[in-house]
């Protein structure tokens, strides 16, 4: 019995070792997600969605690097829009840092080719001070939505962006009637959000890092959201909506990840 114990505890560190290997230190991966929507639109279109989330950026140039590098290749896939999803900075970061390198993560923002850039607000951001990071993304041309809604008419879609639910910062809005016969999509950083009162459709959302650390046949360890187990990470659907769930690219509280890789998210959406 006690061979048995010893070999277990082996074998479990083992795999957090090779877990650490194989998630740190890598760059975030592109995943490609296709989804189908129907809409009251006689047409048939193809919208593609690069979505972003959780990107954590410490305040260093190394980490400015890596999210210039980052977003370079996302501008190279060519996206009819980008989707930012919060959280933009690291843990910890004092009103120094977020003064140094919300300006800088902002203006990698603004090269985006003339795709549109539309964000919500994470956790992070509010606890860091939202006016400061609504005003950096605005400034850069992004999109800054909480509890609104858009219509995009260079492209006919809708976004809808709601408040932060972790944070206790959403409000319900619904979509104008001009939005009835168009691809509706709604962003928020928890996706407890989606799952409110009258939330319905589409909803695209980030937060959880799909558990970032994952144990073998137990899965994470602790996933800081209200969703449905289902909707932690990945795509969930019901009758009343599909939820899909970034990875996210950054770390929280522990810099490390483990069976949950980092990845950005082009969606193919098929309406």
Known sequence: MKSIIIRTIVLA????????????????RMNTQFLYVLTDSESHETLRVALLSDLHVKNSPDAIAELAELWSGVIEQTPDIILLGGDYINDGASNQDIASIGPAIANI?????????????????????????????SEAGVMVLENETLVL???????????????????????????????????????????????EG??????????????????PLYVPTQAPKGAHCGLYKDEQRQVFVSSGIGTSVIPLRFNAKASWDLITINY
Request: net charge negative.
């Open 13 to 28: 560190v083992a795999l957090v070792i090779a877990g650490v290997y194989l998630n740190s230190g890598t760059k975030p």
């Open 153 to 199: 008419d260079a492209i006919g879609i809708c976004i809808r962006g709601f408040g932060d639910a972790f944070t206790d910062h959403f409000e319900y809005v619904d979509f104008p009637s001009a939005c009835a016969d168009r691809l509706q999509i709604t962003v928020t950083h928890d996706p407890a959000g989606a799952f409110k009162p009258k939330v």
């Open 109 to 137: 923002f603004r090269a985006s080719d003339d795709i549109p850039v539309v964000a919500v607000l994470g956790n992070h951001d509010y606890w860091s001070g939202a006016e400061s990071w609504t005003e950096y993304l």
């Open 202 to 219: 589409l909803v695209l959302a980030g937060h959880t890092h799909c558990g970032q650390i994952s144990m073998p046949f137990l899965g």
